[in-house]
T-cell receptor, first 112, second 113 residues
Framework: GESVGLHLPTLSVQEGDNSIINCAYSNSASDYFIWYKQESGKGPQFIIDIRSNMDKRQGQRVTVLLNKTVKHLSLQIAATQPGDSAVYFCAETAGGGNKLTFGTGTQLKVEL | KAGVTQTPRYLIKTRGQQVTLSCSPISGHRSVSWYQQTPGQGLQFLFEYFSETQRNKGNFPGRFSGRQFSNSRSEMNVSTLELGDSALYLC????????????FGAGTRLSVL
């Protein structure tokens, strides 16, 4: 039969507005977090990362905020552009080795 | 610098067959990780290889296996294919420390008929 897909939350914003994408994580031992952007037909592309000893990090047009108390991560995109339309994933890692645990993703749609 | 290269980009197989996917990491990267992406389960970690040794393993059956060569290139094998194995298989490479950025390839789209 037909498989049921994950329900991807969708965020629609107007071009030029700021976007905020949220992510909750459950592993209190996670100490490194990454945001990835995935466009249709492509692999995930690194956007920005943050370690657990920080609560904010800024990049070009993007800011990541980490709240370890409530296990919450957010990605802020300033002056959102049509090229920002994609699915955004948060990912976390804890312990040894390179095992990333991904969130379900958020579809960002930028309206002209 | 070339990115992560995965071959082939698309594959069609039938149930019961086996398949081998290839991943060439970014030059200098020693860690290669594999992920499965499906609409139903999202992105799930399969395993990670570092210096030719499996360093981490996800919760997949033994039909899924991999290896890494001395030049850090990696292959992933799936035996006795099932319909549910249809997915986008992604490879990511990094320098090796778990807090090094993982860079992804474009993936191999596997369809099992």
């Amino acid at each position: 039969g037909e498989s049921v897909g994950l329900h991807l939350p969708t965020l629609s914003v107007q071009e030029g507005d700021n976007s905020i994408i949220n992510c909750a994580y459950s592993n209190s031992a996670s100490d490194y977090f990454i945001w990835y952007k995935q466009e249709s037909g492509k692999g995930p592309q690194f956007i920005i990362d943050i370690r657990s000893n920080m609560d904010k990090r800024q990049g070009q047009r993007v800011t990541v905020l980490l709240n370890k108390t409530v296990k919450h991560l957010s990605l802020q995109i300033a002056a959102t552009q049509p090229g920002d339309s994609a699915v955004y994933f948060c990912a976390e890692t804890a312990g040894g080795g390179n095992k990333l645990t991904f969130g379900t993703g958020t579809q960002l749609k930028v309206e002209l | 610098k070339a990115g992560v290269t995965q071959t082939p980009r698309y594959l069609i197989k039938t149930r019961g067959q086996q398949v081998t996917l290839s991943c060439s990491p970014i030059s200098g990267h020693r860690s290669v990780s594999w992920y499965q992406q499906t609409p139903g389960q999202g992105l799930q970690f399969l395993f990670e290889y570092f210096s030719e040794t499996q360093r981490n393993k996800g919760n997949f059956p033994g039909r899924f296996s991999g290896r890494q060569f001395s030049n850090s290139r990696s292959e992933m094998n799936v035996s006795t294919l099932e319909l549910g194995d249809s997915a986008l298989y992604l490879c990511a490479s990094s320098l090796g420390d778990r807090r090094d950025i993982q860079y992804f390839g474009a993936g191999t789209r596997l369809s099992v008929l």
